[in-house]
């Protein structure tokens, strides 16, 4: 027997607590949920102002209204509401009949970039590159699947046991995503990419270390010379928010056509058409697809097309698309190196059904991409371009890349707790200088000095 169970043994018979007593009382006690003391006096107020408004035949009304009905009503002497609760209480209210309850202040706050709810009791939100536990939390479960049917119904969308995982979007723009029981295990899930109400800017990347002021005239003028560009990373890694940036160099005078599942890419071009796939309806009938899109943006007469994403078998539609006068084209995947970002869009074309050689796959993507950018998010939080490559062409079976810039770091931290690292030129310079020159775009040489 070995010194601690010795010790566990004498508490018993001494009568006191085991250390395993006193962890069950402490996750007891962890198990134990707060209770509103005014939980059910906002039921009946809420049942009340519903009551009211459908007695009065009102479908809509505005939020200064309804927070003049709900004040009016909580400060009715019946509740017995103390007055310093009484507006605390209006709010929550407020925000649960016509906003988001109570992660409606997430939303509104410009502090976090993502909220992840899972299940009714445990809601996180991700600050600065890093993921933290807030105290929030919804009512019970029903509480939750309300507010989740009330955001994917402002768009059409709808969530049942039937079809338990939607894609949907806030007026805002901010991306939704939510997955129900019976496949969530833990209760409604629901988590929320947000846009911030001012895109970030070029600017900003150099201010917060994404990238340097070289990279960023060389990929401003990769954009202006009509390199086709994908941006390749991972979940998270800040791909949308460079692609944002990148778009905002394509020229006032250019047709832009951007197709998205939910619509993310911002721009403040005159000239933009934004088109946004459609999941089928309860009957299983009319889906419309990136692919489909794609193909139909070929009709309209664009100058750039924009895909949020090539997830798929519309690749082989986007790269026919870049091979066919389409120059300038962006898009964005899911990759962890840009070797990859090449493996997997070649990939993704096989999944498009046609029987094409491996050897025409790769000659296709390698005369149809220029460049790769790929975006990472490191462990201290931290986004970066952590390389810009150049798609050179074929030598023999194999896609030849060559990087330009690359960031390179040993690991340790500084006194912020971040990377210490550099952004460096290989000194290579890349052969798409001749088609940024060629469009008419200065390229200086001293920019891939190493």
Known sequence: M?????????????????????????????????EDPYDAVKKK???????????????????????????????KDEYNIPRVERKPIVKTLLDDILGYGPIQDLIDSDSCSEIMVNGPDH????????????????????????????????VGRH??????????????????????????????????????????????????????????????????????IVVSGGTGSGKTTLLNVLSSYIPEDERIVTIEDAAEVQLHQEHVITLECRPANLEGKGAITIRSLVKNALRMRPDRIIVGEVRSEETLDMLQAMNTGHDGSLTTTHANSPR???SRIETMVMMSGMELPVKAIRDQASSAIDLVIQQSRLRDGSRKVTSITEVVGMEGDVVSLQDIFVYETDGTLDSRGKFKGQFRATGVVPKCIEKIRGNGVVVKNEWFAN
Request: net charge negative.
């Open 123 to 154: 809601v996180y939100i991700e600050q600065k590159g890093k993921l933290v536990l807030t105290d929030i939390k919804f009512r019970d479960e029903e509480h939750l699947m309300n507010i989740i049917d009330r955001i994917v119904t402002q």
């Open 2 to 34: 070995g010194l601690l169970d010795i010790i566990e043994k004498n508490k018993e018979e001494n009568g006191e607590e085991t250390t395993t007593q006193q962890q069950k009382k402490v996750e007891e006690v962890k198990e134990i949920k707060v």
């Open 340 to 342: 990859d970002a090449m």
């Open 45 to 75: 107020i809420h049942g009340r102002i519903i009551l009211t408004l459908n007695r009065a035949g009102k479908a809509t009304v505005d939020r200064d209204e309804m927070e003049k009905l709900l004040t009016e009503e909580v400060d």
């Open 159 to 228: 969530v049942d046991e039937a079809s338990p995982m939607v894609d949907a979007r806030l007026p805002d723009g901010s991306r939704v995503n939510a997955i129900i029981p019976p496949i969530s295990l833990i209760g409604a899930v629901l988590t929320i990419r947000k846009f911030s109400s001012t895109p970030v800017t070029a600017a900003q990347l150099v201010e917060w270390g994404s990238l340097n002021p070289v990279m960023l005239s060389f990929l401003e003028a990769c954009v202006k010379g009509k390199l086709n």
